[in-house]
């Protein structure tokens, strides 16, 4: 399987999702658009991540390379590619289906529940109720077919799915003790107190069996994004 990473900045990473890429023998190749890389020619792509960062998919404008991934993004999605969005990502995919996305009223920085919410059809089930790592002050409306999968009380859309292909997650599964601690040292400015932002010590406190708990949710998402593209 040849997966193609969308990398937008250098300290967020693949995380957990690299143990998993290596152990199923998955051929990666990255676009770092930090370091001006190309995009891919979908051909022989099989799966497709985007991952998070700082910038709002709304930077076309200070950002050019935004409409270009988006359109990139909207090919996968056309091809039944299987295309996961992390965080940035997930705005990225519902910004290039052709929906909004928005300020969140609240910014979401921690380790708060996630509510799973029944779709219409068949869709990755989340657990009833889970903690998970979150970082983003943007949220984005369903796109058009879209199943919302996931919700919180801070943020509605947390999750979502586009046919069998297609998953964005406004959540990080991914994260690790060592990307955490990443994110932290370059974002700590955006921790501004909130009902949903917790403070540097809470969450550098964070004991490893939670983050053991997110990676193998995340190994989940990708074990079903795997088969859909069988």
């Known amino acids: 399987?040849?997966?193609?990473?969308?990398?937008?900045?250098?300290?967020?990473?693949?995380?957990?999702?690299?143990?998993?890429?290596?152990?199923?023998?998955?051929?990666?190749?990255?676009?770092?658009?930090?370091?001006?890389?190309?995009?891919?020619?979908?051909?022989?792509?099989?799966?497709?991540?985007?991952?998070?960062?700082?910038?709002?998919?709304?930077?076309?404008?200070?950002?050019?390379?935004?409409?270009?991934?988006?359109?990139c993004v909207r090919e996968a999605v056309a091809r039944d590619i299987p295309v996961l969005g992390v965080c940035l990502g997930a705005q990225l995919i519902a910004s290039a289906l052709g929906t909004r996305v928005v300020r969140n009223p609240v910014q979401e920085i921690g380790w708060f529940p996630i509510h799973a919410v029944s779709a219409s059809q068949p869709t990755f089930h989340f657990p009833s109720e889970c903690v998970v790592f979150h970082w983003h002050g943007e949220t984005f409306d369903l796109p058009d077919g879209a199943e919302r999968l996931a919700t919180s009380a801070g943020c509605e859309n947390q999750a979502f799915q586009v046919g069998r292909h297609v998953i964005g997650l406004q959540f990080h599964l991914e994260t690790t003790p060592e990307t955490a601690r990443a994110m932290v040292e370059h974002c700590r400015g955006e921790l501004m107190p909130g009902p949903y932002v917790q403070t540097e010590e809470e969450l550098r406190a964070v004991p490893a069996l939670r983050y053991e708990a997110i990676n193998r949710l995340m190994d989940d998402v990708l074990a079903y994004l795997s088969r859909a593209g069988g």
């Open 1 to 71: 399987m040849n997966v193609h990473v969308l990398q937008h900045v250098a300290f967020e990473g693949l995380g957990s999702i690299d143990r998993w890429l290596k152990t199923h023998g998955v051929r990666l190749s990255y676009t770092r658009v930090f370091a001006n890389d190309p995009l891919p020619a979908l051909d022989g792509v099989d799966m497709l991540i985007a991952m998070g960062g700082p910038m709002s998919v709304n930077d076309d404008a200070e950002l050019p390379w935004l409409r270009p991934e988006k359109q």
